[in-house]
């Protein structure tokens, strides 16, 4: 199994207050992104990061941002939570670009904005 | 506009019988790949099968294979001998070039899903 963690796994917080989810991996792989899970929508991305410090948006990345200081940390931040970003996160990683490239992803993270 | 298209929201199947997920997909590119994922009810994404736009071959991987017809632009997962473990979240996704043409850094986009569900 690749090597990636996120944490926290579960969260419970309130509306406008701020967010921070942590994906971490061991592989090494240069590739990181960070999609939402929503019945109906499948996995949709919000933020990717294509290098130490080079992050782009996905499809749904308002009331996002994120970061990347260390190519094994890359970081999801809600600025001001509302109940509309409860939905499940998750990270994934990937070494190359090439078209088989498999992706592999991280356990999830719940979180419920109250 | 929906790029991945999957038409059953939920699949029943008897144990050792073989079942069909539907894919269907939108793309301008002739290049591009082809994922499926099983998400179990504990959550995690699961890589089963990968087929290439290119490949002259379906892919196959164990008791699962792949229906891969480019020109209907459908990939449909076929499980074979179904077991009860195979109760679960299937996600069709794409992938498209990330090359100098591209800028989707290998970016996946999936379907909405289908949950098989495996009757004893």
């Known amino acids: 199994d690749a090597g990636i963690t996120q944490s926290p796994r579960h969260k419970v917080t309130e509306t406008g207050t701020p967010v921070t989810l942590r994906c971490h991996q061991t592989?090494?792989?240069?590739?990181m992104y960070w999609y939402r899970q929503d019945p109906g929508h499948g996995l949709r991305l919000i933020h990717y990061s294509y290098g130490v410090k080079d992050t782009d948006k996905g499809e749904v990345s308002d009331g996002y941002s994120v970061s990347r200081s260390k190519t094994e940390d890359f970081l999801l931040t809600l600025e001001s939570a509302t109940s509309s970003q409860t939905s499940v996160y998750f990270c994934?990683?990937?070494?190359?670009?090439?078209?088989?490239?498999?992706?592999?992803f991280g356990p999830g993270t719940r979180l419920l904005v109250l | 506009a929906q790029k991945i298209t999957q038409t059953q929201p939920g699949m029943f199947v008897q144990e050792k019988e073989a079942v069909t997920l539907d894919c269907t997909y939108d793309t301008s590119d002739q290049s591009y790949g082809l994922f499926w994922y099983k998400q179990p009810s504990s959550g995690e994404m699961i890589f089963l099968i990968y087929?290439?736009?290119?490949?002259?071959q379906n892919a196959t991987e164990g008791r699962y294979s792949l229906n891969f017809q480019k020109a209907r632009k459908s990939a449909n997962l076929v499980i074979s001998a179904s077991q009860l473990g195979d109760s679960a979240m299937y996600f069709c996704a794409m992938r498209e070039p990330s090359g100098a043409g591209g800028t989707s850094y290998g970016k996946l986009t999936f379907g909405q899903g289908t949950i098989l569900t495996v009757h004893p």
């Open positions: 592989e090494n792989h240069r590739y």
């Open positions: 994934a990683i990937s070494g190359g670009l090439s078209l088989r490239e498999t992706q592999y």
């Open positions: 087929q290439g736009s290119y490949d002259e």
